[in-house]
């Protein structure tokens, strides 16, 4: 499966932002999709993961209640819905997919990543 994620942009402190990433190639099989980000110094990390069905969500607590991860699999896409951003969310943000989901999600576990796309958010 390849991914390629857009969206990404230059957002004041409290505001919204809406990334996707869409899938190409061998998207016939089930699979479940993540996001992960990367501040500059820091490792990867976990953001949201959907199953294949949508049913099954996760998120880390950091973005609880201001982030919502969604996928239309007849589009092959999945969404990052970003409210209230703050300065701290700051990153190059990664979709990623997997064969199954597994929780708590784990770099590991997903096998196919896309290019990464910014946020940033100005406070």
């Known amino acids: 499966v390849q991914l390629q994620a857009s969206g990404g942009g230059l957002v004041q402190a409290g505001g919204s932002l809406r990334l996707s990433c869409a899938a190409s190639?061998?998207?016939?099989?089930?699979?479940?999709m993540g996001w992960f980000r990367q501040a500059p110094g820091k490792e990867r990390e976990f953001v949201a993961v959907?199953?294949?069905?949508?049913?099954?969500?996760d998120y880390a607590d950091s973005v609880k209640g201001r982030f919502t991860i969604s996928r239309d699999n007849a589009k092959n896409t999945v969404y990052l819905q970003m409210n209230s951003l703050k300065p701290e969310d700051t990153a190059v943000y990664y979709c990623?997919?997997?064969?199954?989901?597994?929780?708590?999600?784990?770099?590991?576990?997903?096998?196919?990543w896309g290019q990464g796309t910014q946020v940033t958010v100005s406070s």
């Open positions: 190639g061998r998207t016939g099989s089930s699979y479940a």
């Open positions: 990623a997919a997997g064969p199954k989901l597994y929780l708590p999600p784990k770099l590991a576990d997903f096998g196919s």
């Open positions: 959907i199953s294949w069905s949508g049913g099954v969500t």
